[in-house]
């Protein structure tokens, strides 16, 4: 047996005293943990201390996680809809010819290219993407799209434009911490995150910065809360850029030698009219003043921007300036600072950064791929002759998380042909003509892609806990079925290579590269031959890895150095297979790249290696905020809602069950003490919530953390359960159901979810 044998014995043994290594889904800090399993349920969970990243921290979520492995309703054969709108269960075969026939009639009639992908990965689940690219491929599948472009395509319009890559903050070490619209004590996005704010929050030579109207778990533990008022950032950090430049706190000689763009951009901050620009935003004057010395005066500044900012007006604009703001004060490339960082496998491509191309249909702006969520619906139900004919979705449920849930539950309907690949029968699934049901995160060999450390970045592949649920399959068995129907596979020599891979990794790689040199259909659908081949050697239940087999090599090749830091040796494809060994056998995790600080520069791809300061395509823009702030808020609707924010007890819609949540079972709407008595209602009161895009019931919750006019409701909430023998039942309010798809960023078109118009009723007892 092979040293990868046994360990995969150890880890699929079912003996109940057992400890399984995987991780938790339910955010992208993708925490370690261990289980111990009674038959299929998780009996006991703890984190996992020899987990690379979190070394054993977890928040309250990932106790709950059975509520997701063991939820009613999971789906256990693929279903076919009827003409009358009720499904009925096929085999797997039928589905998989019918689907590969629904979608080649769609070719036939209009090509590929009015097919969309949707989804591709969740909070933990990013192993079925590689494989929906094979079948992307298979079909000539052009058009995509996912959540990143409902959130983070105006960061990577302006990232794109600045360092040609992504960056991220070491908040771990950070002398100065700023979040801005972000709640990491609820939301995370870095590792150990709770740990870290009280770390940060306890050592007085260090600054924690909060910029959020709401006094967040995160603003408590803050030197400095910033309560701009909602929608005012771009107007506060204006401001905090402009205090920078007239106080003389730019590092001039920095920015010469590391920037291109410094004095232009200096030009246009410097006179800024602070006074005015700290009115409109709320926030002191001699606040913004402080802030600024602190960040001028700091060895290094790590700055996280999240959905309080990317879903409010401004948000590319607010991207752009929080940026500009820690080039001015010299950010970047310093311990503790903020970098580019290297990637298993890159979330975004910024090719096309600065000549973005723009969607067919609806003319917004394709940013690394993707076209704007909040354009998709809109397209399709317009009679262009070039929209969307039919939709691929998996691991993603837009009906629910996208601007104004009916118009895309519409657009489905109106497409020729839909398949969504779930777990269970979500809002998404319920529209679709088959939906294929998927093994769950802890039935199948699964990874994150969202690893964004510097100058440790970690990875791990986590082996699966369980069987497949039966009826169910894992996302790579899916794709290579389809992508075999439809006659892809037939030209390729996989008997060949799958004899190469049983000769050892060396052979393999070999005849893999001289297949993929002689058909670019190899390369192309590269991640389905691999798991036919390479993926046969691996033990059972980590056939889906194999894709990454790939990126293990390229990893290698990229950043040798780093890699070899990391503590793997050889040279070439001896380091790739190195690194491939040990991310395939090591539940723990592995740091898979070790850089320099050095690095930061090198990792940057811009053309000059250098930051671009300026992008002149915003200096209008900013211009334009020394006129008065618009208001969005009217005597018709008075309240700004936050449709959506991160509590404790959310996860997106991963989590059905209500039973999970703890506390706030039903979701409430926060307000203001004083908001609360101007429409007559108590904590526990029901009020009814009106907003451009529609209406919902939801029960108060009157807390002074909110400010006035401002009021806010979860994510995730509204979704449909039924529990053991009982009805289905909603619980909470869809926030989508309040939103619309025109309420956006004039950019990347992303939405405006934190900042909707609404009318507060109180509903009478
Ligand atoms: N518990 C939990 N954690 C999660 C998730 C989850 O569902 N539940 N989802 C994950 C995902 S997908 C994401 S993208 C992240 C998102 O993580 P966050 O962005 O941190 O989460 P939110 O609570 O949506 O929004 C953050 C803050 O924005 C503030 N805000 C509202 N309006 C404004 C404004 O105009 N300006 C400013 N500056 N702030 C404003 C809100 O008060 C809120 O505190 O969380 C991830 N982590
Ligand atoms: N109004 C408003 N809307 C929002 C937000 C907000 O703050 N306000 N937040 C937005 C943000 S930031 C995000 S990221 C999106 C998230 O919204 P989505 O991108 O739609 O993602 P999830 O809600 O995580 O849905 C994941 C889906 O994957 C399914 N699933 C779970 N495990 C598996 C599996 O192993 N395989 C497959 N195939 N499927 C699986 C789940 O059942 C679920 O249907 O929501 C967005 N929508
Ligand atoms: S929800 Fe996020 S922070 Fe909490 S345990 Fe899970 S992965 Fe870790
Ligand atoms: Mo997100």
């Known amino acids: 047996m092979t040293d990868l044998q046994e360990r995969r014995e150890q880890t699929t043994t079912t003996a109940a005293d057992e400890w399984h290594q995987t991780a938790c889904i339910l955010c992208s800090a993708n925490c370690g943990v261990e289980v111990r399993l009674d038959g299929r349920r998780f009996a006991r969970i703890r984190g996992n201390k020899a ?30 809809r009827l003409p009358d709108g009720s499904y009925v269960e096929v085999d797997w075969d039928t589905a998989i010819r019918e689907v590969a026939d629904g979608f080649r009639g769609v070719v036939d009639r209009h090509g590929g290219d009015k097919i969309l992908y949707y989804g591709g990965g969740g909070q933990g689940n990013h192993l079925g993407g590689a494989y929906g690219a094979a079948t992307r491929r298979a079909l000539g599948i052009t058009r995509r799209s996912n959540a990143l472009a409902q959130e983070k395509t ?12 992504h960056t991220h903050g070491h908040f771990a070490d950070a002398e100065v911490a700023v979040f801005l619209g972000k709640n990491p004590w609820h939301s995370h996005g870095f590792d150990q995150a709770r740990r870290v704010l009280k770390e940060i929050a306890a050592d007085e030579s260090r600054t924690m910065i909060v910029i959020d109207p709401r006094r967040t778990e995160t603003a408590d533990l803050a030197d400095h809360w910033l309560a701009v008022k909602p929608g005012g950032d771009a107007y506060l950090l204006a401001a905090i850029a402009g205090a920078l430049v007239d106080e003389g706190l730019a590092d001039t000689a920095w920015l010469a030698a590391n920037t291109t763009g ?319 060994r040990e991310l395939v056998s090591n539940p723990n995790g592995v740091v898979f790249t070790r850089h320099e600080h050095a690095d930061s520069w090198t990792l940057l791809k811009t053309p000059d290696q250098k930051i671009q300061l300026a992008i002149p395509e915003l200096f209008d823009d900013i211009r334009a905020l020394v006129d008065e702030m618009p208001e969005y808020t009217s005597d018709e609707f008075p309240f700004v809602l936050s449709a959506g924010e991160r509590r404790s007890f959310t996860a997106n819609t991963i989590m059905r069950d209500p039973a999970w949540r703890k506390r706030d079972a039903e979701g409430a709407l926060r307000l203001s003490p004083a908001d609360a ?89």
């Not at 802890?442 to 690893?451: L, N, P």
């Open 677 to 765: 008595a101007s429409i007559g209602v108590r904590d526990g009161d029901r009020v009814r919530i009106t907003t451009p895009g529609g209406t919902a019931v939801a029960v108060a919750e009157v807390t002074d953390t909110m400010m006035d006019g401002h009021v806010a409701l979860p994510n995730g909430l509204g979704l449909s359960y039924a529990p053991a023998g009982g009805d289905p039942e909603l619980t909470g309010v869809a926030p989508n159901e309040l939103t619309t798809t025109d309420w956006r960023d004039k950019i990347a078109g992303t939405p405006w979810h934190k900042h909707v118009p609404a009318r507060l009723e109180a509903v009478a007892r």
């Open 262 to 580: 410094a004095e232009e951009t200096m030009a246009l901050f410097r006179g800024l009219p602070i006074a005015d620009l700290a009115e409109r935003c709320g926030i002191d004057e001699a606040v913004i003043r402080a802030v600024a010395r602190r960040l001028a005066g700091a060895s290094s500044v790590a700055v996280y921007e999240d959905l309080g900012i990317e879903m409010a007006p401004n948000s590319t604009l607010v991207s752009y300036l929080q940026r500009a703001i820690w080039v001015l004060v010299g950010a970047y490339g310093e311990p503790g600072g903020m970098s580019a960082h290297s990637s298993l496998v890159p979330l975004f491509s910024y090719g096309a950064s600065g000549n973005e191309p723009t969607d067919p249909v609806t003319g917004g702006p394709v940013i690394s791929g993707l076209t704007p969520c909040n354009e998709l619906a809109d397209g399709v139900l317009s009679d262009h002759p070039d929209r969307v004919r039919a939709m691929l979705i998996e691991s993603g449920n837009p009906v629910h998380s996208l601007a104004e849930s009916d118009k895309f539950r519409r657009a489905m309907r109106k497409c020729e042909f839909t398949v969504v690949i779930d777990i269970t029968m979500t809002e998404t699934a319920e529209q679709a003509d088959y939906v294929l049901p998927a093994a769950s995160q802890y039935e199948k060999v699964e990874t994150t892609f969202f690893g964004v450390g510097f100058p440790d970045n970690w990875a791990c592949l986590r082996p699966p806990v369980l069987e497949p649920l039966a009826g169910t399959l894992p996302e790579p068995e899916i794709h290579t079925r389809l992508v075999r129907e439809l006659g892809l596979l037939d030209d390729i020599d996989i008997e060949g290579l799958r004899a190469a891979a049983d000769d050892g990794e060396e052979a393999f790689s070999q005849a893999f590269m001289e297949a993929a040199m002689s058909d670019p259909n190899v390369a192309g659908i590269g991640a389905i031959v691999l798991y036919e081949t390479l993926g046969r050697t691996l033990p059972a239940g980590m056939e889906g890895a194999a894709a990454l087999w790939f990126s293990a090599h390229q990893v290698a090749m990229r950043y040798p150095d780093a890699v070899r830091s990391a503590g793997f040796e050889g040279e070439g494809t001896e380091l790739g297979a190195a690194l491939w």
């Open 154 to 165: 105006g960061e990577a319009w302006v990232e794109g434009r600045m360092f040609g890559t």
């Open 51 to 80: 987990h690379v990243g979190s070394q054993g921290y977890t928040c309250e979520k990932a106790l709950r996680l059975d509520h997701y492995q063991n939820m009613q309703g999971r789906l256990t054969a693929p279903m076919k």
